[in-house]
């Protein structure tokens, strides 16, 4: 049986414990907190909503996955746990084999866990710059299904000076495009 339940009230508590230490600390104010649980507030109704406009397409992608054995959950900095969560979940649910990795970890030993074929599901959720998006590439080079964003941390976002400024050369990774 698996309980979504737990998971978001650890979430909702750490939430608020940190808004109110924020208003303790003075770096948030109250009509700012105020907000902050106004929102909070919308958010089962939100869900809600994107359950319902979303229901197809969850059911074409359960209908697309249903036969594989073996998916990856990754996620960077807030989205790691939700994707422990989710892999989690889908073993209890699926009685599959599920693991969820920390997207900065994915060029070390998870790589070797990628095949032709694996599900990857890419926890995004804050607005982060190309590096989440760049580090699931790799899977997407060993012919895994992850969407990912092939945009580049030394383009325009940085004005090309990042490279000039560092006195000792990045290593790339031998599987690396050359650019990241």
């Known amino acids: 049986m698996a309980s979504t339940k737990a998971f978001l009230a650890q ?23 105020a ?18 406009e979303q229901q197809e397409a969850v059911e074409d992608l359960g209908a697309k996955l249903a036969d594989h054995a073996s998916f990856l959950f990754l996620g960077r900095h807030v989205g ?15 009685y599959v084999h ?30 982060v710059g190309p590096s989440c998006t760049t580090r699931s590439s790799p899977t997407s080079r060993r012919s895994a299904p992850a969407a990912p964003d092939h945009r580049h941390r030394r383009g325009r976002a940085t004005g090309g000076h990042a490279a000039r400024r560092s006195r000792h050369p990045r290593r790339r990774h031998p599987r690396s495009c050359g650019r990241c």
């Open 35 to 52: 907000d902050y649980l106004t929102q909070l507030g919308r958010m089962p109704a939100k869900i809600q909503k994107l359950l319902d």
């Open 80 to 94: 790691f746990p939700v994707a422990l969560e989710g892999a989690l979940k889908l073993k209890e649910l699926a």
């Open 98 to 127: 599920a693991e969820g990795f920390a997207a900065g970890e994915l060029k070390h030993s998870p790589i070797a866990l990628v095949e032709d074929g694996l599900p990857v599901f890419v926890i995004v959720l804050t607005r």
């Open 11 to 33: 979430i909702t508590a750490c939430y608020l414990l940190g808004l109110y230490l924020a208003q303790l600390r003075g770096n948030k104010w109250h009509d700012e907190v």
